[in-house]
Structures are given as C-alpha cells and as structure tokens.
C-alpha cells in the first residue's frame, strides 16, 4: 500500500515538473515577452547613454518590445553595474559596460559582484579612440613635439583627467610608462572642469573621449594632436590623425569601448537571440551616423570574441595600475 502512494506521489511531482519545465521551455521559446531594461551605470546625457538609447530605440522595433533606458550613476560604474549582477539571468536586465568594467576590479578594494561569476557577456558594441588634445595656444603642433618634450624634460608637461582611475588618467600613465617620461597627472571632478582649465592653459594636455572635445576641436579652442587607437580613425573630426603609435610609443592603445552584458547564468539562446538583434542594430546606418562624433569603430562580434576582449582589457590594464600605484577617488 505505501509503495502504491510513494508510485502515485512521484507521478505527480513528475507530471509537475514536466508542466513547469514545459511553461519554462514555452517561455523561453517566445522570448522577449515582455520590455528589456538596459543599465546605463551613468548619469543621463553622456557618450554611454546616448550609445544605449540609440541602440535601444532601433532594436525596439526589430524585437517588438520596448527597450527602457535607466540610468544608475556612482561608484565608477559599481552602483549600475551591481544592479545587474543581482538581476534575474532570463535576459530582460541588460547593462552597457565601458572600460571602467575591465579596471574596477584592480582599483577598488572590494566589489559587490564577482566579476568571473556574475556577467555573460553578450556583444562588444565598438570601440572609441582618445583623442591627445592640447590648446589651441599650446606650442605643441605635433604629437612628435610632446613626445620629444616628454622624453627630454620629464616632470615638466602635466595632463588632466575627469579623475583617478578614469580612461584619460590610465592612457597619461600608459603614456608615462612606455616612454620612460613623467607627465604630471592633475585630477579633476569631471570632463567639463579639466576641459575649462587645459584651454584655459592651466594643464598642457588631456586624453580625453572624442566625444567631449569634438565642440571643442571645431570651434578651434583646442588641436587634436593624435588619436590613442592602434589604427587611425575614419571620423570626421579626426581623420588623418596619427596614432600615438606611430609617432614612436610601439604598440600604444589607450581606447574606450561599449560593451553589453547579461546576468551570470543567461540561458545560451537567450543571448544568443540578444547578440544577433545588438549585431543587426549596431550594423545600421542611422546607428552609425548618430555616433559618427565618436569616432566609434564597430564590432558586432561574438560573445565569446567580447569575453577574450574584455579579458585581454583586464590583463593589460592591472599591469598598468600597478606599475604606477593608481587608487581611485
């Protein structure tokens, strides 16, 4: 009699988990469903936000659900970046993740995620050069002039930064380490300030996003001298710009980039059918028209080519911030 009950109870509980496992598969099958959410872990109106609220209004139609943007700024990232870690892995929570992903784990202390454990990536969108910019009024006309001054007269040049630990910190130390010279780093609370101050000629130069200089640069208020890329930009702004490698500093690359990830555990076709709608979106002509300022270069590859990407950012980046003992703010 009791083996009887015990042989009914499991049939249940198998009919059970076949229905939900079934509901599972059905949803997963339809996905998406319902809206997906990307996280811009910065504030509104920046290079990042304006990359995810592009993509997000083109995709919107090719999967037919709406694409919200939210905005979660702080903690270099670490605020909007922790929120997607603690998301559901189903594919409805994505985030927009840029260099300070690849650095953040050798700057702070302590992170609230695991940085191996809690993200899959999903498409690296492209990537942006720096752009080494003086004032108009400098002597500089020359990336090759400031290299020689650099290498010449160490301690004499200082450069800007929107902070410690930012792109344009880590590319004036890069820079410091491969030429053996000793360019002084002047922090400041943002782009804006540190941009006031180097016209103003208050600092000699910055690394500074396309992005941020690109009023600038056309308004004749600041000379671009070289863009931090490996290859040399098709912009408009800053075409037939040398690269900071081949001006004499071998192997030079200092770039910002976009990325997207998903929660650790996101099913395999989810982001999959992920990858293939940021791919076809990115690959559109109104996307890269709207960031043709950005001198952005698309990738649209696999989420296995953005993971080794991401790794090779991380490997190269803690070598840096040790070598030159950098603390974020």
Request: glycine share 10%.
């Given at each position: 009699m009791?083996?009887k009950?015990?042989?009914?109870?499991?049939?249940?509980?198998?009919?059970?988990?076949?229905?939900?496992?079934g509901?599972s598969?059905?949803?997963?099958?339809q996905?998406?469903?319902?809206p997906i959410?990307?996280?811009?872990?910065f504030?509104?109106?920046g290079?990042?936000?304006?990359?995810?609220r592009?993509?997000?209004s083109?995709?919107?139609?090719?999967?037919q659900?709406?694409?919200?943007?939210?905005n979660?700024p702080g903690?270099?990232?670490?605020?909007g970046t922790?929120a997607?870690?603690?998301?559901?892995p189903d594919?409805?929570?994505?985030v927009?993740?840029?260099f300070?992903?690849?650095?953040?784990?050798?700057?702070k202390?302590?992170?609230p995620?695991?940085?191996?454990?809690d993200?899959?990536?999903?498409?690296?969108?492209?990537?942006?050069p720096n752009?080494?910019v003086?004032?108009?009024?400098?002597p500089f006309k020359?990336?090759?002039?400031?290299?020689?001054t650099a290498k010449n007269?160490p301690g004499t040049?200082?450069?800007?930064?929107?902070?410690s630990?930012?792109?344009?910190?880590l590319a004036?130390e890069l820079?410091n380490?491969?030429t053996?010279?000793k360019l002084i780093h002047v922090?400041?609370?943002?782009a804006?300030p540190?941009?006031?101050d180097?016209?103003?000629?208050?600092?000699?130069m910055m690394?500074?996003?396309?992005s941020?200089?690109?009023a600038?640069i056309?308004?004749?208020k600041l000379r671009?001298l070289?863009?931090?890329t490996?290859?040399?930009?098709n912009?408009?702004?800053?075409?037939?710009?040398?690269t900071?490698?081949?001006?004499g500093?071998q192997?030079y690359f200092a770039?910002s980039?976009?990325?997207?990830?998903?929660p650790?555990?996101?099913p395999?076709h989810v982001i999959k059918k992920?990858?293939?709608?940021f791919?076809?979106?990115?690959?559109?002509k109104s996307?890269k028209d709207?960031l043709?300022?950005e001198?952005?270069?698309t990738?649209?590859?696999?989420?296995?080519?953005?993971?080794?990407?991401?790794k090779?950012?991380e490997?190269r980046w803690?070598?840096?911030?040790?070598?030159?003992?950098?603390?974020?703010d």
């Amino acid at each position: 009699m009791k083996f009887k009950t015990l042989m009914k109870t499991l049939k249940v509980f198998g009919c059970l988990l076949f229905f939900c496992f079934g509901i599972s598969l059905v949803s997963f099958a339809q996905y998406p469903d319902r809206p997906i959410k990307i996280i811009v872990p910065f504030s509104p109106g920046g290079g990042t936000d304006l990359v995810a609220r592009t993509l997000g209004s083109i995709m919107s139609e090719d999967l037919q659900q709406p694409i919200i943007i939210e905005n979660k700024p702080g903690g270099s990232t670490v605020i909007g970046t922790d929120a997607l870690a603690k998301s559901p892995p189903d594919g409805y929570t994505l985030v927009i993740a840029t260099f300070a992903h690849a650095v953040n784990p050798y700057l702070k202390e302590k992170l609230p995620y695991s940085q191996e454990k809690d993200f899959s990536p999903v498409i690296l969108i492209g990537v942006s050069p720096n752009v080494l910019v003086v004032s108009a009024n400098s002597p500089f006309k020359t990336i090759q002039d400031l290299i020689n001054t650099a290498k010449n007269k160490p301690g004499t040049l200082s450069y800007a930064s929107q902070g410690s630990g930012t792109s344009a910190h880590l590319a004036g130390e890069l820079f410091n380490i491969q030429t053996g010279g000793k360019l002084i780093h002047v922090p400041y609370k943002g782009a804006g300030p540190a941009l006031t101050d180097l016209i103003g000629g208050q600092v000699d130069m910055m690394f500074a996003t396309a992005s941020a200089v690109g009023a600038q640069i056309e308004a004749g208020k600041l000379r671009p001298l070289a863009v931090t890329t490996l290859n040399r930009s098709n912009s408009g702004l800053l075409a037939n710009l040398p690269t900071v490698a081949e001006s004499g500093i071998q192997n030079y690359f200092a770039a910002s980039w976009y990325g997207i990830f998903a929660p650790g555990g996101t099913p395999a076709h989810v982001i999959k059918k992920l990858n293939l709608a940021f791919k076809k979106a990115i690959q559109t002509k109104s996307f890269k028209d709207r960031l043709e300022n950005e001198g952005l270069v698309t990738s649209a590859g696999t989420p296995e080519e953005f993971g080794k990407f991401v790794k090779s950012e991380e490997v190269r980046w803690k070598e840096v911030i040790k070598k030159a003992n950098i603390k974020a703010d």
